[in-house]
């Protein structure tokens, strides 16, 4: 698959398991994790990485070019998504390249919206 290929196809992937009709299944499967999953753990888990990653995710965790920032940014929201409480929050996320990283979130009472810029790797 390619980079913008695959960019899309996890972009959707993700905004299908954090819609609003299936924000409660998400959470139910990413309570299961341990704290410190991650980001990457928590895709996983949703099954929206590419079959390559999920076979492999530590060696796709090492390989992995996102500023540290950008991946602590990343878990934060996931996890405020989805373990929130009274009930979760659905997630909208949106991945485009750019000359460079970076990462913006913003927080309402109805939805997380991310936006992530990052160049296109092969990831």
């Known amino acids: 698959m390619g980079r913008a290929s695959h960019r899309v196809a996890l972009a959707r992937g993700l905004n299908r398991a954090f819609s609003a009709q299936n924000i409660e299944d998400s959470a139910q499967r ?7 999953a991650d980001f990457l753990d928590i895709s996983d888990a949703l099954g929206v990485l590419s079959e390559s990653a999920h076979a492999n995710l530590r060696r ?3 390989a992995l ?5 950008v991946q602590r940014t990343l878990t934060a929201a996931y996890k ?20 460079r990283h970076s990462i913006s979130v913003e927080h309402t009472e109805k939805q997380i919206r ?10």
Do not use: C, F, G, W
């Open 114 to 123: 991310v936006v992530l810029n990052r160049p296109d790797v092969a990831d």
């Open 30 to 36: 990413v309570k299961a994790l341990p704290a410190r």
């Open 80 to 99: 405020e998504s989805l373990l929130h409480e009274p009930k979760p929050i659905p997630l909208r996320i949106q991945i485009n390249p750019a000359s």
């Open 60 to 62: 796709y965790r090492r």
């Open 65 to 69: 070019t996102l500023p540290m920032v």
